[in-house]
């Protein structure tokens, strides 16, 4: 059966259309690259009184965002809500929030005439401590 579901439309950083269910969205911010610090193998920033750690949403599994590679000065963020607190997501930039139709069995949906891959943070981040 084919869903319409809200989803926020996103460019990765490797310059992909996804798509992430709206309801994982717990807000949208955008830091300052110099703000963000690399902890160990961690890529993190202070955030409301606590610490933010930043993953990078363009790969298939769940990196820290590289801050070795040369970047932007201000990094858009998806960040969302897991058991153990909150966690951002890194992307190329936020582009719109969009009802999105699609079997969404194989993962893509129908987004504007184009297809995007839909990428839920629940099960991208399984495993992650």
Known sequence: ATETRALLLVESTRARLQAIPL???????????????????????????GILPIFDMGDTAPRPLDMSADGPSR??????R????LVG??????IDTVAGSGSGADGLV????????????HQWLAGVS
């Open 110 to 121: 129908v987004v504007r005439g184009s297809v995007a891959q839909v990428l839920d943070p």
């Open 82 to 85: 897991v058991a153990g607190g």
């Open 23 to 49: 309801d994982a969205v717990d807000r949208l911010e955008e830091f300052s690259r110099e703000k963000l610090e690399q902890v160990g193998d961690r890529t993190v920033i202070q955030y409301r009184g």
């Open 75 to 80: 990094i858009a963020v998806v960040v969302h």
């Open 89 to 94: 997501l890194a992307v190329s930039r936020i």
